[in-house]
T-cell receptor, first 107, second 119 residues
Framework: GQQVMQIPQYQHVQEGEDFTTYCNSS?????IQWYKQRPGGHPVFLIQ?????EVKKQKRLTFQFGEAKKNSSLHITATQTTDVGTYFC???????FGAGTTVTVRA | EAGVAQSPRYKIIEKRQSVAFWCNPI?????LYWYQQILGQGPKLLIQ????????DSQLPKDRFSAERLKGVDSTLKIQPAKLEDSAVYLC?????????????????FGNGTRLTVT
């Protein structure tokens, strides 16, 4: 079955810096969703990508879907303390979630 | 709109005991999901309902877990008997449209979850 892998598992970022987290699938995805889970909270939907090579932006967050639709990335610029949390990608099959990238921010 | 409601918020039981969780999805959402999230891991789908029918329960440990959505609205998830490894947060989610047969999925709206500790 489909597996979604995320790297890195942990990301420690200096406030103001940029970082990227990656999501890779063993099979082609029809779409991919990204969620954010704050510490102690529940996953909250951020965005969905459907088209090959699609790029979507939400303020400082840029999401990209690979040309082959087997990978995706989330790039955050000028990291803020509000970005703390775990970012999950989810593929369509069984809406399976990756293990997530847990982001901590050094002020 | 009101969000997904779950109860209880926390539950502590001893192994071999039984426990039940309740979920009320967002009004009008046809699809309901139960996920298990073990600390440090991503949510794992246990069961997916569309209205009152089961779409996918392939990852549900059926020897001890059961779930129902009798009237196509709220749902209960039961564990009987519980094991230590069942300690996790149980998340309920709902979405507006069926998740299958389309190139896109409706976003999942999650409840706050039930944190289960089995001692």
């Amino acid at each position: 079955g489909q597996q979604v892998m995320q790297i890195p598992q942990y990301q420690h970022v200096q406030e103001g810096e940029d970082f990227t987290t990656y999501c890779n699938s063993s099979t082609t995805l029809s779409n991919i969703q990204w969620y954010k889970q704050r510490p102690g909270g529940h996953p909250v939907f951020l965005i969905q990508l459907v088209k090959s090579g699609e790029v979507k932006k939400q303020k400082r967050l840029t999401f990209q879907f690979g040309e082959a639709k087997k990978n995706s990335s989330l790039h955050i610029t000028a990291t803020q303390t509000t970005d703390v949390g775990t970012y999950f990608c989810a593929g369509k099959w069984k809406l399976s979630f990756g293990a997530g990238t847990t982001v901590t921010v050094r002020a | 709109e009101a969000g997904v409601a779950q109860s209880p918020r926390y539950k502590i039981i001893e192994k071999r005991q039984s426990v039940a969780f309740w979920c009320n999805p967002i009004s009008g959402h046809a699809t309901l999901y139960w996920y298990q999230q073990i600390l440090g891991q991503g949510p794992k789908l246990l069961i997916q309902f569309q209205n009152n029918g089961v779409v996918d329960d392939s990852q549900l440990p059926k020897d001890r877990f059961s779930a129902e959505r009798l009237k196509g609205v709220d749902s209960t998830l039961k564990i009987q008997p519980a094991k230590l490894e069942d300690s996790a947060v149980y998340l309920c989610a709902s979405s507006l449209e069926p998740g299958q047969g389309r190139s896109y999925n409706s976003p999942l709206h999650f409840g706050n979850g039930t944190r289960l500790t089995v001692t």
